[in-house]
């Protein structure tokens, strides 16, 4: 009986998806025929304040901000919530002091803005890094997802399976109606997470005997956080210092690369893109609540738990079915939310950053450059797919490539807001040096034991690299005349 109210309800999620998605088609087509300006790859930039907010805080939650948190309460109390009010401020802050910028600029992607200042090289090194950090993290997606339907249907569905289903769901979304797409999609994916993990907190604290017993049962948990600190400690659970290292990598990380800057991009005007990340930021402070709570009562009511990762859906799986079966939607549709958003990251960075290279002698229309990107997504569907089967480990690892993006931000906020302190070589160096210490830190065990959090030296060597590339190169960089009148017009 759970297994068929389960079944219906994701039924009818992915019915409510498709048909979202082939709406979408629709549009884009029209889009494409009115000649709009990447109409699959960024909605012809049309996308209101609402479908930014949408965008954003979808893409924004993602596995590591709903189970992941469950998963570090179990060892850090409260203060392993610190992921997702980390991530949330962050786009804060991307909003209030980029939206509008960045928005003005003449640009698609990231990369293509700091070719526009500091070279081709250094566009080259950014979309790398970018394409290598928005590759794994989507690979993680397929594994959430296939994890997650095989726990769901297990008589039916293996991991294999549910690896290859939830890539495929990512992919028709995406292929059918691009950027807008996505982000119509979203609207759905973040009103199912809503509904879904709140009933199911509910009826959980309710089995529980309500929350003045949530917090009664955990003062009275017998062992202490892995830190020896209290379990309802802010900060103590993780550290003081890996609990600010949270915010240290998240700012420059949301601040700087495509999957977070490409709603801005697509947005249709600045104040569309700075109200959109703003409003997308608040959108995902009630999930990560929920999320920490349900991490809280998994920690009362499985004491025992061996697998950490399971607690938000043991938590889900306990409640009755129709709420579960909401619930278990919700967790899947975190997984499409950001699985999406970062298929079309992937797509944006190749189609405009690495295939310009044989696009400039060709005439792309609207019609051809749809097609392409197709195509690309195809591509990256398999990679990441190639990813998610035989390459777990690495995956696990590229995920701490987010310590790299201080280098990114000592490019991208002086080209908005200061962009004569930049020389031709301050963005080839920072990030050779930047790629440089993240490989000898994974590489040397006493390194990696003497910096346990690597974004902390990235920091002190952006900021080193930064000042010297100021101090010996004497050749400024020059505003393009593009950029000049767009900001005079801002």
């Not at 499985?302 to 009755?320: E, G, H, W, Y």
């Not at 010996?472 to 801002?490: C, H, Q």
């Amino acid at each position: 009986m759970e297994t068929l109210t389960t079944s219906i309800i994701i039924v009818l999620y992915l019915v409510l998806l498709f048909g979202v998605s082939a709406w979408a088609q629709k549009r884009q087509k029209k889009m494409e025929a009115q000649g709009g300006t990447g109409s699959f790859l960024m909605a012809s930039k049309s996308l209101p304040t609402v479908l930014v907010a949408f965008m954003m805080a979808g893409a924004g939650i993602g596995s590591i901000n709903t189970t992941g948190i469950a998963e570090q309460v179990q060892t850090a109390g409260l203060s392993g919530a610190c992921a997702g009010f980390a991530g949330a401020v962050a786009l804060i802050v991307l909003g209030v002091f980029g939206g509008k910028r960045m928005r003005a600029l003449p640009y698609n992607t990231m990369p293509s803005m700091a070719k526009a200042y500091c070279g081709e090289t250094t566009r080259w090194l950014l979309s790398l890094g970018g394409l290598v950090i928005a590759m794994a993290i989507t690979a993680l997606q397929f594994v959430g997802g296939g994890a997650m339907l095989s726990s769901m249907f297990p008589d039916y569905i293996t991991y294999n399976m549910g690896v290859v289903i939830t890539a495929l769901v990512f992919f028709v979304i995406a292929a059918l109606g691009g950027m807008m797409g996505a982000s119509l999609s979203n609207v759905v994916n973040m009103i199912v997470m809503y509904i879904g993990l709140t009933l199911c907190l509910i009826a959980a604290l309710v089995n529980l005997g309500g929350w003045d017993s949530l917090i009664t049962k955990v003062n009275a948990i017998p062992e202490p956080t892995t830190s020896g600190a209290p379990w309802l400690s802010v900060t103590g659970g993780l550290g003081l210092a890996t609990f600010i290292s949270y915010f240290a990598s998240e700012i420059p990380n949301r601040f700087t690369t495509q999957s977070n800057t490409q709603q801005i991009f697509a947005a249709k005007d600045g104040k569309s893109a700075r109200n959109g990340l703003v409003i997308g930021a608040l959108m995902m402070v009630p999930i990560t609540i929920i999320s920490t709570i349900i991490g809280l009562i998994a920690r009362v009511q499985f004491p025992d738990l061996a697998v950490k990762t399971q607690a938000m859906s043991m938590v889900v799986l306990s409640v009755n079915p129709v709420f579960s079966g909401l619930g278990m939607a919700a967790l899947w549709a975190v997984n499409v939310s950001t699985g999406v958003a970062l298929l079309m990251t992937c797509t944006q960075l190749i189609s405009y950053d690495v295939l310009h290279v044989f696009n400039k002698n060709r005439e792309m229309t609207e019609k051809r450059q749809a097609m392409q990107s197709r195509f690309v997504l195809v591509a990256v569907m398999i990679i990441t797919l190639v990813m998610a089967f035989f390459m777990r480990g690495i995956v696990s690892t590229i995920m701490t490539m987010i310590c790299i993006t201080p280098a990114f931000a000592f490019i991208f906020v002086p080209i908005l807001y200061c962009p004569k302190t930049l020389r031709k070589s301050t963005g080839t160096a920072l990030l050779i040096v930047s790629y440089a210490f993240f490989l000898l830190w994974m590489l040397i065990p006493p390194l990696k034991a003497l910096f346990p959090n690597p974004v902390y030296p990235e920091w002190g060597l952006a900021v080193v690299t930064f000042i010297l590339c100021m101090i010996f190169d004497k050749r400024r960089v020059e505003i393009p005349d593009g950029d000049l009148e767009a900001i005079a017009n801002r």
